[in-house]
């Protein structure tokens, strides 16, 4: 692995998305590239400032490649003052990038989601979602994978216990597990995809600080986890065995409620 490969996939290291061979190949060029963990050290800087001033909204790629686009562009001939500011533009594409996701991030924040600053679940909502569209998008070409090995992978890095897991059945398979970070704390991931082609990702993290609101309830069998509609998904949110539970299904209320008992029921 060259250090253009290894730049290229430090945001997915960072994120605990990449596949147990390639996170354990890249560790390997880090181990023994200064350049290329310093460069990691900025991307994890970049992130911890973007969560400490600001709630954090995973934007589309589309809107972060329009606005790498648009920094690249104007990365023009300045004034003398600015020419480190121009050299750093015209740096590695890792820096550029991190810039750019950077910017996006802001704008989603600031945006048409700023009120959210003063409702935390629907922060926690709305990153749960951005999230989804993003491992949906990644887990498109992937076949239904190994239950077992993805969940050793997830196992082996998560930090605390989260199993039994529902590994997929005959109507919607487990296509992807990773780490990522959901309400500031590790989540271990899992991607699921029915016949139809549609999505459901569940997140399970350690349940300290995470509170579910007393209205909204949704009474699913014996069960009644929170359950709210928002951009077109089902989401469910409920706790077990010292574990916070969020749910993201592609469908309609009675589908989402179908995979949230197989998920309740397993565990």
Known sequence: MNCQDAREQLEALIRGSLATEAAEGLQAHLAACPSCREALEVQRGIRALIRAEAPRYAAPPALRARIQDQVLARAEPAAPGRAAWRAWLRGPRWAVA????????AAVVWGPSLWMARDPFGRLVARALAEHEEYARAAAPHRPADPAALLGSVRSQAGFAFEPVFQGDAQIHLVNAMLSELAGARAATFVYRDAAGRYATLYLMPEAGVTIPEQGRLPIETFKPYHR????????????????????????QAEGADLFLKVRKTA
């Not at 991190?98 to 991030?105: E, N, P, Q």
């Not at 989401?235 to 077990?240: A, D, G, I, M, S």
């Open 98 to 105: 991190a810039l750019a996701g950077a910017l996006a991030v």
């Open 229 to 252: 509609v928002a951009a077109g998904r089902q989401v469910f949110l409920w706790k077990q065995r010292q574990l916070a539970c969020l749910l993201v299904v592609e469908g309609s």
